[in-house]
């Protein structure tokens, strides 16, 4: 599975910005699709993921500012971003986990800058 994020940017407090993957190869395989973070000195966390069945889960943090769904042809991820606050500002990375045993894949970072 390869994953190929888009998007991402520098914005001003209070902006929007919308992050794509899309994932090529065994994509029957993928379960859960989302997207992590990561600030210089923090350690990567899960933001928002979104199961093949289209069951989310959101950091409490991002919760009713963030919105995450998936492609009709599943093999997509979108993670709209609104009411952004500098504190969102990471590099993201696209996430798939296949069924099964549940091996990961990373898409590559993107950067979100968030000014105040």
């Known amino acids: 599975v390869q994953l190929q994020a888009s998007g991402g940017g520098l914005v001003q407090a209070g902006g929007s910005l919308r992050l794509s993957c899309a994932a090529s190869?065994?994509?029957?395989?993928?379960?859960?699709m989302g997207w992590y973070r990561q600030a210089p000195g923090k350690r990567r966390v899960l933001v928002a993921g979104i199961t093949e069945g289209g069951l989310t889960t959101y950091d409490d943090s991002v919760k009713g500012r963030f919105a995450v769904s998936r492609g009709n042809a599943k093999n997509e991820v979108h993670l709209q971003m609104n009411s952004l606050k500098p504190e969102d500002t990471a590099v993201y990375y696209c996430n798939a986990e296949e069924k099964g045993w549940g091996t990961q894949y990373w898409g590559q970072g993107t950067q979100v800058t968030v000014s105040s």
């Open positions: 190869g065994s994509i029957a395989s993928i379960n859960f």
